[in-house]
Nanobody, 123 residues
Framework: VQLQASGGGLVQAGGSLRLSCAASGRTFSNYGMGWFRQAPGKEREFVAAIKSVGSIHYADSVKGRFTISRDNAKKMVYLQMNSLKPEDTAVYFC??????????????????WGQGTLVTVSS
């Protein structure tokens, strides 16, 4: 599967952005999907994950502010980000794991990655 992330940009603290990730291929519903982010000088960190149907998992740092969702018919994954903070500034990546039930936050477990989209939150 190929992944294309989009929707990043510059936003003021307290604002919102919606990231999108478009997937190619015919078996999108067989993948668990995740969002990760990497700030300058830091390691890639888990943001959120979603099974093919149902369960969702968030990092504590984004709970209550970010919402992950997916549309299997459109082969899309979304990350709605509200109440953004300067510390949310990072390149955001979508990732796919060949396991529709996977909800893990370990980057090494994911099989495919998008190219990343930059989110900058100004104070």
């Amino acid at each position: 599967v190929q992944l294309q992330a989009s929707g990043g940009g510059l936003v003021q603290a307290g604002g919102s952005l919606r990231l999108s990730c478009a997937a190619s291929g015919r078996t999108f519903s067989n993948y668990g999907m995740g969002w990760f982010r990497q700030a300058p000088g830091k390691e890639r960190e888990f943001v959120a994950a979603i099974k093919s149907v149902g369960s969702i998992h968030y990092a504590d740092s984004v709970k209550g502010r970010f919402t992950i969702s997916r549309d299997n018919a459109k082969k899309m994954v979304y990350l709605q980000m509200n109440s953004l903070k300067p510390e949310d500034t990072a390149v955001y990546f979508c990732a796919a794991k060949w396991d529709s039930t996977y909800l893990g936050g370990y980057a090494d477990e994911y099989d495919y990655w998008g190219q990343g989209t930059l989110v900058t939150v100004s104070s």
